[in-house]
């Protein structure tokens, strides 16, 4: 008598991954499309980084000593920064426009994974902040920057710097879920926009008074843009790589855990 056995079925912690991959690529794929037909976006994003690079490098370069070449090398990394949280408030306004117009609501009364819809805007933040940051560095190299990094801490810069992204791309998240208007979803980034300039993003922290120095020193982007600055100059980052990775990771892990939080009640 021969014995049939019936086909193991897949685990239904696999059949779920399985779904929210499919189902965020497909909608990464729509959100990225309405970026690609509105390029000005991501023109827009870029132009107030680019607009302070022209003026600090060409109005207050000369009197600002920084010990680089070219001051341009020693603000890119904050500019870049500044590039990131420019293009975040995007994110939370298009997260809040899906939002007001029920296109949350149609995709959940599909048999989709519902945290498919925060991924695709946030895969699709990656996307768009990697182009503007393109054209920066782009701009930079116009400007005179010039960097002796190899591939490998041009690799870690480029880490860094998605970390980053995806950091503030959920605080994004937060911020477009709970906005009760377009204004409101954008204006989070101005506060982000604004923390590089009270860091050495600009200029040493050791020429500051006491408290805005111990605020600088102490303050996540002074050691995120120390560490891309050591990288790009082909410098030893030290322990300095690890303080930023740990804020990187923390906001990352802290705003991921509020933006499912504001998700599930906004939507409940």
Same mark, same amino acid.
């Given at each position: 008598? =021969? =014995?049939?056995?019936?086909?193991?079925?897949?685990? $239904?912690?696999?059949?779920?991954?399985s779904h929210l991959l499919s189902d965020? +690529?497909?909608?990464?794929?729509?959100?990225? %499309?309405?970026?690609?037909?509105?390029?000005?976006?991501?023109?827009?994003?870029?132009?107030?980084?680019? $607009?302070?690079?022209?003026? !600090?490098?060409?109005?207050?370069?000369?009197?600002?000593?920084?010990?680089?070449? =070219?001051?341009?090398?020693?603000?890119?990394?904050?500019?870049?920064?500044?590039?990131? $949280? +420019?293009?975040?408030?995007?994110?939370?306004?298009?997260?809040?426009?899906?939002?007001?117009?029920?296109? !949350?609501?149609?995709?959940?009364?599909?048999?989709? +994974?519902?945290?498919?819809?925060?991924?695709?805007?946030v895969l699709t933040s990656l996307v768009?902040?990697?182009? +503007?940051?393109?054209?920066?560095?782009?701009?930079?190299?116009?400007?005179?920057? %010039?960097?002796?990094?190899?591939?490998?801490?041009?690799?870690?810069?480029?880490?860094?710097?998605?970390?980053?992204?995806?950091?503030? =791309?959920?605080?994004?998240?937060?911020?477009?879920? &709970?906005?009760?208007?377009?204004?409101?979803?954008? &204006? !989070?980034?101005?506060?982000?926009?604004?923390?590089?300039? @009270?860091?050495?993003?600009?200029?040493?922290?050791?020429?500051?008074?006491?408290?805005? %120095?111990?605020? $600088?020193?102490?303050?996540?982007?002074?050691?995120?843009?120390?560490? @891309?600055? %050591?990288?790009?100059?082909?410098? &030893?980052?030290?322990?300095?790589?690890? @303080? &930023?990775?740990?804020?990187?990771?923390?906001?990352?892990?802290?705003?991921?855990?509020?933006?499912?939080?504001?998700?599930?009640?906004?939507?409940?």
């Amino acid at each position: 008598m =021969t =014995t049939f056995t019936a086909p193991t079925a897949r685990p $239904a912690v696999a059949r779920r991954r399985s779904h929210l991959l499919s189902d965020t +690529s497909v909608l990464t794929g729509r959100s990225m %499309r309405h970026v690609t037909r509105s390029l000005d976006t991501i023109i827009t994003v870029t132009i107030t980084p680019i $607009a302070l690079m022209l003026l !600090f490098t060409y109005v207050f370069g000369g009197a600002l000593a920084t010990g680089t070449d =070219t001051y341009v090398t020693y603000l890119l990394p904050g500019i870049l920064l500044i590039t990131i $949280a +420019s293009g975040i408030a995007y994110t939370a306004l298009r997260l809040y426009t899906d939002l007001q117009s029920g296109v !949350f609501q149609r995709f959940h009364s599909m048999p989709i +994974s519902r945290s498919a819809i925060l991924w695709a805007h946030v895969l699709t933040s990656l996307v768009s902040n990697g182009l +503007s940051l393109v054209i920066v560095v782009a701009v930079a190299l116009v400007m005179g920057f %010039r960097s002796p990094a190899g591939p490998l801490a041009w690799l870690g810069v480029v880490g860094i710097l998605a970390l980053f992204t995806l950091a503030l =791309t959920w605080v994004a998240v937060i911020a477009g879920l &709970a906005a009760k208007s377009p204004d409101g979803a954008g &204006a !989070f980034a101005y506060p982000l926009i604004f923390l590089p300039f @009270i860091s050495s993003a600009f200029v040493p922290t050791d020429t500051m008074p006491g408290p805005v %120095r111990w605020f $600088a020193e102490h303050q996540p982007v002074t050691s995120i843009v120390d560490t @891309i600055r %050591r990288l790009l100059a082909a410098e &030893a980052v030290g322990g300095e790589i690890w @303080i &930023a990775l740990a804020w990187c990771v923390g906001l990352l892990v802290v705003a991921y855990g509020f933006a499912m939080l504001v998700y599930r009640r906004r939507l409940a």
